[in-house]
């Protein structure tokens, strides 16, 4: 092995890359009623009884008031077949991210995309803990459900494609 570099934030940054994680959209409604949604790859389970699961978001994040203050919000699991949602929901206005998207509801009403997820969990905002430069969200899990799609995966800076799913 090689010896460590000076710990810097950059060094930092790659390192965690070299773990690979899932790709989520985190969806809610806003104060005035509008969807709102954002991709997140720092998605984890905490708990089974009860029910919990973790995300976290960034401070500087425009969405964050709204996902502080919301009830309830749900974590949608992209499939491997979702790259263009998951760019999508990472860029633009937070206002337009949902335009020309079916008006898709979970069990407790709160907006979560179509069926062609992996999985989903909607969730009662729980708990927050702001550390570092994030604010990391726990949430009760009240419905979830999943399909038989494969996963998006995101490793080393961008998505895993194996030979099965690059198209």
Same mark, same amino acid.
């Given at each position: ?11 930092? /940054? #790659?390192? =965690?890359?070299?773990?690979? #994680?899932? %790709? #989520?959209?985190?969806?809610?409604t806003? =104060?005035s009623?509008? $969807?709102?949604?954002? !991709?997140?790859? +720092?998605?984890? @389970? %905490? ?5 919990l699961?973790?995300? @976290?978001?960034?401070?500087?994040? +425009? +969405?964050?008031?709204?996902?502080? /203050? ?5 974590i ?12 999508h929901?990472?860029?633009?206005? !937070?206002?337009? $991210?949902?335009? *020309? =998207?079916?008006?898709? @509801? ?5 907006? $979560? =995309?179509?069926e ?7 969730? $009662?905002? /729980? @708990?927050q803990?702001?550390? *570092? ?11 979830? *459900?999943?399909? !038989? ?8 800076? *961008? ?7 690059? !198209?």
């Open positions: 092995m090689s010896p460590l570099p000076e710990f810097d934030a950059a060094f930092f /940054r #790659t390192a =965690l890359g070299r773990f690979a #994680t899932g %790709v #989520t959209v985190v969806s809610t806003g =104060l009623g509008e $969807r709102i949604g954002m !991709t997140v790859s +720092s998605f984890n @389970s %905490v708990s089974l009884n009860p029910p699961v973790l995300w @976290s978001l960034s401070r500087a994040s +425009s +969405s964050l008031q709204a996902f502080l /203050r919301c009830e309830r919000y749900v949608n699991v992209l499939s491997a077949e979702q790259i263009a949602l998951a760019r929901f990472a860029t633009g206005t !937070t206002s337009e $991210r949902f335009n *020309g =998207l079916p008006d898709v @509801s979970a069990p407790h009403g709160t907006p $979560r =995309l179509d062609r997820n992996a999985a989903w969990f909607e969730c $009662r905002n /729980r @708990s803990y702001e550390e *570092g430069d994030h604010v990391i969200m726990v949430g009760e899990v009240l419905a979830c *459900g999943c399909s !038989t799609e494969d996963p998006l995966v995101f490793h080393a800076g *961008g998505f895993d494609l194996t030979p099965a799913r690059q !198209t």
